[in-house]
């Protein structure tokens, strides 16, 4: 029998290419997503690419009644991969309380669930932002966690503190938390992609948004910090590799391989780039020129920080394979993708 893995936040960004990643491994799919940040035509790139529709379930995870009623529903879940939460770090800023409850309080219903529908497996979207400013890069998993700069940094430490205490506390169940460098590009059929809503705040869709014309130019936050160049490094990973590290990580859950009950991995591809080796790869990537200009450092930004994707790459078995050229290309397919879907509709 097909193994049955629940999605939250399946319509979004890195939850639509992981759930392509799981249909192609021939696993059954239930999303959960109250489009909230994505919209439901995802599926339709999904379907487009896979050959099957994943089940899908408009539900707030807010709303713990209406989330036991998808555990109703599909009786047969195997593992759940939740990526269901506000990402923006800036808004968190603005509306913490936003941020504690949405993030928080569908952790803890999905915990609840797993409790009460006998669910054994869970694979969690963690962050590089749990590590603020490391001490030393490349960053291992071991690297000491420092306070949060920012409501949104604090949901994801206290979500891994939840879930050890939840764990402490159940037996027969097992989580792998995946913290995720800073992914980027869009799939290679460039059917479905990041859907930034407003002004990007992340690098790669303002640099593509910038090459489209959407925005005049792009602002480099900073060219003198202590780093070759004076701008700011980042570990980039490709979203379709990022994707791949869920199945994995599913497969080892399901097939008990675990170490622990709960796991902590890097997902990077272990070498940083700076921001103006990001710039000079996406034109070369894709012989657009980029308009540019150096402003001052954006407030909350650390100076480096990439993976030490040694222990991933061991017991994973898993490996960040596309570069970054290829990973800009996808990125700017993916931005025309869109303009002229717009364009036409
Ligand atoms: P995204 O916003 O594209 O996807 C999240 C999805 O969750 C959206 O479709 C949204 O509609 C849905 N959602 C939010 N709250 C919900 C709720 N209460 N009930 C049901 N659905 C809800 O974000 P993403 O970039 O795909 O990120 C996925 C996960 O990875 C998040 O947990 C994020 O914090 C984490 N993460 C992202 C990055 C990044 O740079 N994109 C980096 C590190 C970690
Ligand atoms: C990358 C680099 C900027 C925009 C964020 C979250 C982090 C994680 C990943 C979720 C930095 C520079 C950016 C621009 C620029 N998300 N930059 N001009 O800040 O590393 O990480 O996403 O967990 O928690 O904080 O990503 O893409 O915003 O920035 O110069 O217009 O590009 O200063 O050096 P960041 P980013």
Same mark, same amino acid.
């Given at each position: 029998?097909?193994?049955?893995?629940?999605?939250?936040?399946?319509?979004?960004?890195?939850?639509?290419?992981?759930?392509?990643? $799981?249909?192609?491994?021939?696993?059954?799919?239930?999303?959960?997503? #109250? $489009?909230?940040?994505?919209?439901?035509?995802?599926?339709?790139?999904?379907?487009?690419?896979?050959?099957?529709?994943?089940?899908?379930?408009?539900?707030?995870?807010?709303?713990?009644?209406?989330? !036991?009623?998808?555990?109703?529903?599909?009786?047969?879940?195997? +593992?759940?991969?939740?990526?269901?939460?506000?990402?923006?770090?800036?808004?968190?800023?603005?509306?913490?309380?936003? !941020?504690?409850?949405? #993030? *928080?309080?569908? /952790?803890?219903?999905?915990?609840?669930?797993?409790?009460? !529908?006998?669910?054994?497996?869970?694979?969690?979207?963690?962050?590089?932002?749990? !590590?603020?400013?490391?001490?030393?890069?490349?960053?291992?998993?071991?690297?000491? &966690?420092?306070?949060?700069?920012?409501? %949104?940094?604090?949901?994801?430490?206290?979500?891994?503190?939840?879930?050890?205490?939840? $764990?402490?506390?159940?037996?027969?169940?097992?989580?792998?938390?995946?913290?995720? @460098? #800073?992914?980027?590009?869009?799939?290679?059929?460039?059917?479905?992609?990041? $859907?930034?809503?407003?002004?990007?705040?992340?690098?790669?869709?303002?640099?593509?948004?910038?090459?489209?014309? &959407?925005?005049?130019? *792009?602002?480099? @936050?900073?060219?003198?910090?202590?780093?070759?160049?004076?701008?700011?490094?980042?570990?980039?990973?490709?979203?379709?590799? *990022?994707?791949?590290?869920?199945?994995?990580?599913?497969?080892?859950? *399901?097939?008990?391989?675990?170490?622990?009950? @709960?796991?902590?991995? #890097?997902?990077?591809?272990?070498?940083?780039?700076?921001?103006?080796?990001?710039? +000079?790869?996406?034109?070369?990537?894709?012989?657009?020129? /980029?308009?540019?200009?150096?402003?001052?450092?954006?407030?909350?930004?650390?100076?480096?920080? %990439?993976?030490?994707?040694?222990?991933?790459?061991?017991?994973?078995?898993?490996?960040?394979?596309?570069?970054?050229?290829?990973?800009?290309?996808?990125?700017?397919?993916?931005?025309?993708? &869109?303009?002229?879907?717009?364009?036409?509709?």
């Amino acid at each position: 029998m097909k193994p049955v893995i629940l999605v939250t936040g399946g319509t979004g960004y890195i939850g639509s290419h992981t759930v392509v990643e $799981l249909l192609e491994e021939k696993m059954e799919v239930v999303i959960i997503d #109250n $489009l909230s940040n994505s919209e439901r035509e995802v599926l339709d790139g999904i379907a487009g690419i896979t050959g099957t529709r994943p089940h899908f379930e408009e539900v707030d995870l807010r709303d713990r009644k209406a989330t !036991y009623g998808v555990f109703e529903k599909y009786p047969r879940i195997d +593992a759940i991969i939740h990526f269901a939460a506000f990402k923006a770090v800036g808004e968190s800023v603005e509306k913490p309380l936003d !941020y504690y409850e949405n #993030n *928080l309080l569908s /952790l803890i219903h999905l915990l609840e669930a797993m409790h009460k !529908y006998r669910v054994g497996h869970m694979v969690f979207s963690s962050s590089c932002t749990v !590590y603020g400013e490391p001490d030393s890069v490349p960053v291992t998993e071991d690297a000491p &966690i420092k306070k949060a700069n920012s409501p %949104y940094g604090n949901t994801k430490q206290i979500s891994e503190e939840i879930m050890q205490d939840w $764990l402490n506390a159940s037996r027969d169940k097992s989580i792998i938390a995946l913290r995720y @460098f #800073n992914p980027i590009g869009a799939h290679p059929s460039a059917l479905i992609g990041e $859907l930034p809503t407003g002004i990007p705040n992340n690098l790669v869709p303002f640099i593509t948004q910038t090459a489209a014309g &959407i925005r005049d130019c *792009l602002n480099v @936050f900073g060219d003198d910090y202590n780093t070759p160049d004076g701008s700011a490094i980042r570990d980039y990973i490709n979203v379709v590799d *990022l994707a791949r590290a869920h199945v994995v990580a599913i497969r080892r859950l *399901l097939e008990g391989n675990q170490k622990a009950a @709960f796991e902590v991995f #890097n997902l990077g591809t272990g070498k940083g780039l700076s921001v103006f080796e990001v710039i +000079a790869a996406f034109e070369k990537a894709t012989g657009q020129k /980029l308009n540019y200009r150096i402003v001052d450092r954006r407030e909350g930004d650390v100076e480096q920080v %990439y993976a030490d994707t040694r222990y991933a790459n061991q017991e994973l078995g898993w490996k960040a394979e596309k570069g970054i050229e290829e990973t800009l290309r996808s990125a700017w397919e993916w931005e025309k993708q &869109i303009r002229s879907k717009k364009a036409t509709s």
